[in-house]
């Protein structure tokens, strides 16, 4: 069992930066591939991006890819999330989430993931 704790949401200004990190408990994090998801209000959950259990693979949603980096420190037992020049449409609540299991599809699927956060809000201003 990992528990996850994600924190450094906030608001921001439009093209302003937000780095989000998910800390877990337990032994075994670096057992675990590690997303992150969104949900805004009124939306389903989405995929924001993921990374395998050592860190040498990455996957992007095409609505952030360029913008926002997904990193790991397995030593620290965290995941980060670098969201750069932040739009609007990026204001939601943001989840980190744990998977043993990790393929480019199963990556962006959210009923993959066993172990989810409790979310931070993200706040982008126009």
């Known amino acids: 069992q990992v528990q996850l704790v994600e924190s450094g949401g906030g608001l921001v200004q439009a093209g302003g930066s937000l780095r989000l990190s998910c800390a877990a408990s337990?032994?075994?994090?670096?057992?675990?591939?590690m997303g992150w998801f969104r949900q805004a209000p009124g939306k389903e959950r989405e995929f924001v991006a993921a990374?395998?259990?050592?860190?040498?693979?990455?996957y992007y949603a095409d609505s952030v890819k360029g913008r926002f980096t997904i990193s790991r420190d397995n030593a620290k037992n965290t995941v980060y999330l670098q969201m750069n020049s932040l739009k609007p449409e990026d204001t939601a609540v943001y989840y980190c989430a744990a998977t043993r299991q990790f393929t480019k599809r199963m990556a962006q699927r959210d009923y993959d993931y066993a172990h989810w956060g409790q979310g931070t809000q993200v706040t982008v201003s126009s």
């Open positions: 337990g032994r075994t994090f670096s057992s675990y591939a």
């Open positions: 990374i395998s259990h050592g860190g040498g693979s990455t």
